[in-house]
């Protein structure tokens, strides 16, 4: 899922023609971060939920909860910073 989202905002990124369509896209591409990215760190689970340590001690997960969202956030990143976008959560 993750190339597929940089392989289609590239696209996006590469489509505009002119400067003016570039700072747009970039523009909905910043919108769409700052929209998408929390949510997308939810499917990582809550921070301290309840299930968590039992998930934990039965080995049925290897990292904690915020551990997963660290090690996302790190992967993204740097992508992220190549083409010029940044969010508080990136940093």
Do not use: C
């Amino acid at each position: 899922h993750v190339q597929h989202g940089e392989q289609s905002m590239r696209a996006y990124i590469d489509s505009s023609r002119s400067e003016i369509m570039r700072t747009a896209a970039m523009s909905e591409l910043r919108i769409a971060l700052n929209f998408w990215l929390p949510l997308v760190l939810d499917v990582f689970g809550k921070q301290n939920g309840k299930s968590e340590k039992l998930y934990l001690k039965y080995k049925l997960k290897r990292r904690t909860n915020e551990e997963s969202r660290k090690l996302f956030i790190s992967q993204i990143s740097p992508f992220f910073q190549e083409i010029g976008l940044a969010h508080p959560l990136l940093e």
